[in-house]
């Protein structure tokens, strides 16, 4: 019976804070695309690395350039 003046004023207020959660997460707009945020990532790991390369080739041709020049 002890028991019980603890548990009931921790499961409200455990459900307090994840109505908070849940109140947050939609206000914060964690639910707007739920359809394109997987594809997204790998979208976005693919463009770095397009710029990587970019980067490289652009500093190979600046070298060579050089190079030529000198």
Do not use: C, G
Not at 14 to 35: C, G, M, P, R
Request: hydrophobic share 45%.
């Amino acid at each position: 019976m002890v028991s019980i003046y603890l548990l009931i004023p921790l499961s409200l207020m455990l459900f307090v804070v994840a109505i908070w959660a849940i109140v947050y997460a939609v206000k914060s707009n964690q639910f707007e695309d739920l359809d394109n945020a997987p594809d997204q990532i790998i979208l976005d790991d693919r463009q770095a690395r397009r710029d990587t390369l970019n980067h490289a080739r652009q500093a190979n041709q600046n070298n060579q350039h050089h190079k030529d020049n000198a």
